[in-house]
Nanobody, 126 residues
């Protein structure tokens, strides 16, 4: 119904930057709440950032606030995550997710999202 494909991951030195993209297909997602999550080996999947349909309201985990920026281009059915000042602890598989609820109050919880991408690996070296 909705397919999400992440791209942009890779290996980067600490202090560097990456931009992740999440391309949606199957239908438009202009009204969806969109989120980014990450999961490191042996750890639970954690919320990173989310954005409302308008693009004007964003949310961030404390661990990335001030360093990461989420944005969306509804005309392109694409969500972005710009990651600056990367740290080794940012190393994880990053997942894009979509929630049809435009105003979900559960944007920090993975179970609220109906659609998920396959993930893209981000590795930050010391």
């Amino acid at each position: 119904q909705v397919q999400l494909v992440e791209s942009g991951g890779g290996l980067v030195q600490a202090g560097g930057s990456l931009r992740l993209s999440c391309a949606a297909s199957g239908r438009t997602f202009s009204s969806y709440t969109m989120g980014w999550f990450r999961q490191a080996p042996g750890k639970e999947r954690k919320f990173v950032a989310a954005i409302r349909w308008s693009g004007g309201t964003t949310f961030y985990a404390d661990s990335v606030k001030g360093r990461f920026t989420i944005s969306r281009d509804n005309a392109k059915n694409t969500v972005y995550l710009v990651m600056n000042s990367l740290k080794p602890e940012d190393t994880a598989v990053y997942y894009c997710a979509a929630d049809p609820d435009s105003y979900s109050s559960y944007y920090r919880l993975g179970v609220a999202y109906d659609y998920w991408g396959q993930g893209t690996q981000v590795t930050v070296s010391s």
